[in-house]
């Protein structure tokens, strides 16, 4: 059974920095495209962030690029969303989200449950 | 960026209707486009993908069609757990998501 549980999000001040992680299990990790989806109170889904295979090929949507990185660790079957620059728009759910193939992330076909991220002083 | 717009924002109907999903977006998606459903407290379940592809124990009431610029989510008939908020999402230009169309129990 294919899970992903996110973990690391919390309150944090304005300004400050966050490091969210996906512990993926029940599928071959390494062999998929992973994503961070965010979704802020009572609003709609925002894409933020999509890692290849190997974690050398990233995109990011332009309201966190150059404040958010993603990368994963296929040896333990994690992937990462470093943020910093947190303002108060990034006060969100954040999911990490399994592609159903390598290339690139099309679509999530698992989704995890979801860590809470509070930006606020 | 690509916009796209779900239609109606709220919809409300009875087990056992039809209810049609709009989503248009603001240029051509080819057929880029796919459906989630939320419930509360729970994360996006994939539905459709490439505009009419049954995600893996999507139910057959559940159908998608449409290319370019205009796409329709189609649920037969009602089941009482199908009421949740339906999301597109389209992957031609970046990765957008739709607003979203609540589906309530009328």
């Known amino acids: 059974e294919v899970q992903l549980v996110e973990s690391g999000g919390g309150l944090v001040q304005p300004g400050g920095s966050l490091r969210l992680s996906c512990a993926a299990s029940?599928?071959?990790?390494?062999?998929?495209?992973m994503a961070w989806v965010r979704q802020s109170p009572g609003k709609g889904l925002e894409w933020v962030s999509t890692?290849?295979?190997?974690?050398?090929?990233?995109s990011y949507a332009d309201s966190v690029k150059g404040r958010f990185t993603i990368s994963r660790d296929n040896s333990v079957d994690t992937l990462y969303l470093q943020m910093s620059s947190l303002g108060a728009e990034d006060t969100a759910l954040y999911y990490c989200?399994?592609?159903?193939?390598?290339?690139?992330?099309?679509?999530?076909?698992?989704w995890g449950q979801g860590t809470l991220v509070t930006v606020s002083s | 960026e690509i916009v796209l717009t779900q239609s109606p924002a709220t919809m409300s109907l009875s087990p056992g209707e039809r209810a049609t999903l709009s989503c248009r977006a603001s240029q051509s998606v080819s057929n880029y486009l796919a459906w989630y459903q939320q419930k509360p407290g729970q994360a996006p379940r994939l539905l459709i993908y490439?505009?009419?592809n049954r995600a893996a124990g999507i139910p057959a009431r559940f159908s998608g069609s449409g290319s370019g610029t205009d796409f329709i989510l189609t649920i037969s008939s009602l089941e009482p757990e199908d009421f949740a908020v339906y999301y597109c999402q389209q992957r031609s230009n970046w990765i957008t998501f739709g607003q979203g169309t609540r589906l309530e129990i009328k």
């Open positions: 890692i290849g295979v190997r974690g050398d090929s990233t």
């Open positions: 029940g599928f071959t990790f390494s062999k998929y495209a």
């Open positions: 989200s399994k592609a159903p193939y390598s290339a690139s992330w099309p679509h999530g076909d698992y």
């Open positions: 490439d505009a009419s």
